[in-house]
T-cell receptor, first 109, second 115 residues
Framework: TQLLEQSPQFLSIQEGENLTVYCNSS?????LQWYRQEPGEGPVLLVT?????EVKKLKRLTFQFGDARKDSSLHITAAQPGDTGLYLC?????????FGAGTRLTVKP | DAGVIQSPRHEVTEMGQEVTLRCKPI?????LFWYRQTMMRGLELLIY????????DSGMPEDRFSAKMPNASFSTLKIQPSEPRDSAVYFC?????????????FGPGTRLTVL
């Protein structure tokens, strides 16, 4: 059983479309991280959210942490082929990092 | 900074052989992590070290797996004997105490295939 459930598992869209992916847990955690992993590479940290209800923006990416700190979402506006990759959420309460299974996004030109 | 360095990038071996994966963390980082990634199980934490000392190895699948960190700039993950089900991408990551919420920096991974 995954501590963090990510949905959808796969997503294929056309360039220019908007999308949202989700990360859910039955547990409360003090912080959550989003990573992006491109083929043949290791994950790279995008953002850390800490406060319930927090919203962070990174160019066309908007990250939200749920009020109860049990869920998070990542919204991408006007997706581009360069956004293609595996998006992973991870709980970072301590150094015992646990990752979700990820959402594999493909953006077609 | 060169980032986390892993070697080899690809390893193909036969069942029963010993496999050694290597990692050089980012200089100044005092935490080192080993992960395994498969399509079925995703990214799993195997073991992590703090100041060269193993802190939590509960993710190590079985006694065939062992990890060492003889100094601050080098770690190994060994599988002996290897089995086909060990085929996966193995990542090493490092982080620095006091860094913002344990941001981890990952290496490029070693893709292991056991025939």
């Amino acid at each position: 059983t995954q501590l963090l459930e990510q949905s959808p598992q796969f997503l294929s869209i056309q360039e220019g479309e908007n999308l949202t992916v989700y990360c859910n847990s039955s547990s409360v955690f003090s912080s959550l991280q989003w990573y992006r992993q491109e083929p043949g590479e290791g994950p790279v940290l995008l953002v850390t959210v800490v406060t319930g209800g927090e919203v962070k923006k990174l160019k066309r990416l908007t990250f939200q942490f749920g009020d109860a700190r049990k869920d998070s979402s990542l919204h991408i506006t006007a997706a581009q082929p360069g956004d293609t990759g595996l998006y992973l959420c991870a709980r970072g309460d301590n150094n015992d990092m646990r990752f979700g299974a990820g959402t594999r996004l493909t953006v077609k030109p | 900074d060169a980032g986390v360095i892993q070697s080899p990038r690809h390893e193909v071996t036969e069942m029963g052989q010993e496999v050694t994966l290597r990692c050089k963390p980012i200089s100044g980082h005092d935490y080192l992590f080993w992960y395994r990634q498969t399509m079925m199980r995703g990214l799993e934490l195997l073991i992590y070290f703090n100041n060269n000392v193993p802190i939590d190895d509960s993710g190590m699948p079985e006694d065939r797996f062992s990890a060492k960190m003889p100094n601050a700039s080098f770690s190994t993950l060994k599988i002996q004997p290897s089995e086909p089900r060990d085929s996966a991408v193995y990542f090493c990551a490092s982080s620095r105490k006091g860094a913002s919420y344990n941001e981890q920096f990952f290496g490029p991974g070693t893709r292991l295939t056991v025939l």
